[in-house]
């Protein structure tokens, strides 16, 4: 079955570049999936950052839009995320999901990495 | 932007007990974009439900979903130990595309 998994620096300077790959085992990355970012401050919610497909068509959450990019490799089979100008509200648990999206019939994450903690600190 | 509002904020039952849960958004939405999640400490969240009603794979029938409109329900029948997190409900806009997470509802042994 698809697993996914996130890497990445686990801290990073304010006013730096945030810079994270998943990878994706056991199925194509060029499947009829969206391949999507969440993220989760220490003890709040969840937050969407973004969405790609793989062929390149992304999605990103207004608030975020102006500092993030999402690309995708179909070659190393993994997508990744840029997040610039970066402060310390921006240190959370970065997760990466396979994102079923058919529309007007359904919308969901089925999949999810574990999860990597990046922290914005000097 | 439509925002989603849980609540309650947190939910005090017994194992065995019917845990309801209440996701309301500000504007009307579709219900084949609404979806429930679990999440337990430490780890990444779980799909439970999507298309407002209809259980992922290998989710157990104790956990149903209802709604329509600005107004959707996971009700989990009766509690197992496992059973106590915290609950997200997400609702996907197709124009422009954007996804929207609730609050989360956590579920806590009473």
């Known amino acids: 079955q698809v697993q996914l998994q996130e890497s990445g620096p686990g801290l990073v300077k304010p006013s730096g570049t945030l810079s994270l790959t998943c990878a994706v085992s056991?199925?194509?990355?060029?499947?009829?999936?969206?391949w999507s970012w969440v993220r989760q401050p220490p003890g709040k919610g969840l937050e969407w950052i973004g969405e790609?497909?793989?062929?390149?068509?992304?999605n990103y959450n207004p608030s975020l839009k102006s500092r993030v990019t999402i690309s995708v490799d179909k070659s190393k089979n993994q997508f990744s995320l840029k997040l610039s100008s970066v402060t310390a509200a921006d240190t959370a648990v970065y997760y990466c999901?396979?994102?079923?999206?058919?529309?007007?019939?359904?919308?969901?994450?089925?999949?999810w990495g574990k999860g990597t903690t990046v922290t914005v600190s000097s | 932007e439509i925002v989603l509002t849980q609540s309650p904020g947190t939910l005090s039952l017994s194992p065995g007990e019917r845990a309801t849960l209440s996701c309301r958004a500000s504007?009307?939405?579709?219900?084949?974009?609404l979806a429930w999640y679990q999440q337990k400490p430490g780890q990444a969240p779980r799909l439970l439900i999507y298309?407002?009603?209809s259980r992922a794979t290998g989710i157990p029938d104790r956990f149903s979903g209802s709604g329509s409109g600005t107004d959707f329900t996971l009700t989990i029948s009766r509690l197992e130990p496992e059973d106590f997190a915290v609950y997200y409900c997400?609702?996907?806009?197709?124009?422009?595309?954007?996804?929207?997470f609730g609050g989360g509802t956590k579920v806590e042994i009473k």
């Open positions: 298309g407002a009603s």
């Open positions: 504007q009307s939405v579709s219900s084949s974009y």
């Open positions: 790609i497909y793989h062929s390149g068509s992304t």
């Open positions: 999901a396979r994102t079923q999206l058919v529309l007007g019939y359904y919308y969901y994450m089925d999949v």
């Open positions: 997400q609702q996907y806009g197709s124009s422009p595309p954007a996804l929207t």
């Open positions: 056991g199925g194509s990355i060029s499947s009829s999936n969206w």
